[in-house]
């Protein structure tokens, strides 16, 4: 029991991402590309128009479109962290722009000493956070809740992933909490190896809603995989670093689970 607790005592739960980050870098991003489409245009104008007249005002019309798109969609994340009225039809070409630019972005980060994974954990805050502006609430279940395998205690000798409920509840992890949650509140509770698996389970469920326990990386790939599926991610704690008997904040696991789930009328 004393080893227990002086290992909970070493468990450091994370600040939460700046929102402002990730939204400001992905602005860098669109404006730097807005210049280099307008830099090939403008260098391409003479050859075009000696192709066909019109073919400049065309390519020039496409190229608009394209930066006028990506600068609706980063304009419509900023009225959402900022709390104001926002386009949630926007939302797809919000994620299409992210896919296209975040690895611009993690590369113009770089010098000004912004890591990967800073970057992936503000994309993970604005993410969730314009997935409760919409409000999505779904029934309990259809609700899938994913957590990589690395949240069970690396010494466990029983197998959890596809079924969690092999889990015998010893408190040497996070795994049993989780399964005593499914079982409380009736969401589908997973254990995934990899992201190959956890699609399979995405597809073979077929929820209404997704919430993610997982490091930035796999959460920001997570995120985009199931999309248009709303998901919402929740970061683990790696206490004895990535990949091996990590954690996760349980309050905040129920917390998220409260705002999504639809309580059963009594």
């Known amino acids: 029991m004393a080893d227990q607790s002086m290992n909970k005592k070493k468990i450091v ?4 991402p700046k929102k402002r980050l990730f939204l400001a870098m992905l602005t860098l991003t669109a404006m730097l590309t807005a210049a280099l489409l307008y830099g090939i245009w403008y260098i391409a104008s003479p050859g075009l128009s000696n192709i066909a007249a019109v073919l400049p005002l065309v390519v020039g019309a496409v190229f608009g479109i394209v930066v006028a798109v990506s600068l609706l969609g980063i304009i419509n994340m900023v009225l959402a962290v900022l709390n104001l009225p926002y ?13 296209l630019l975040f690895p611009v972005a993690v590369r113009l980060a770089k010098p000004f000493g912004i890591g990967r994974r800073k970057l992936e954990g503000s994309f993970i805050a604005t993410s969730n956070l314009m997935f409760a502006r919409m409000g999505i609430r779904v029934p309990a279940d259809r609700l899938l809740v994913v957590t990589p395998h690395c949240l069970q205690l690396a010494t466990c000798p029983h197998k959890i992933t596809r079924d969690p409920n092999n889990c015998k ?5 996070d795994i049993g909490a989780l399964v005593t949650l499914a079982e409380e509140m009736g969401f589908h509770f997973f254990v995934a190896t990899g992201g190959t698996l956890a699609r399979q389970i995405v597809y073979q469920t077929r929820p209404k809603a997704v919430l993610a326990i997982a490091c930035e990386r796999d959460l920001m790939s997570g995120i985009q995989d199931v999309y248009p599926l709303p998901a919402v991610g929740v970061l ?21 689970l409260e705002k999504i789930i639809i309580p059963k009328e009594k």
Do not use: M, S
Request: proline residues 9%; positive net charge; hydrophobic residues 25%.
């Open 87 to 99: 386009l949630p039809v926007l939302q797809r070409q919000t994620y299409e722009l992210i896919n």
């Open 236 to 256: 683990n704690i790696r206490p004895n670093g990535p990949c091996y008997n990590t954690h996760v904040d349980i309050d905040e696991v129920k917390a998220q």
């Open 13 to 16: 739960i994370p600040g939460r």
């Open 169 to 173: 509840r010893c408190g040497g992890c």
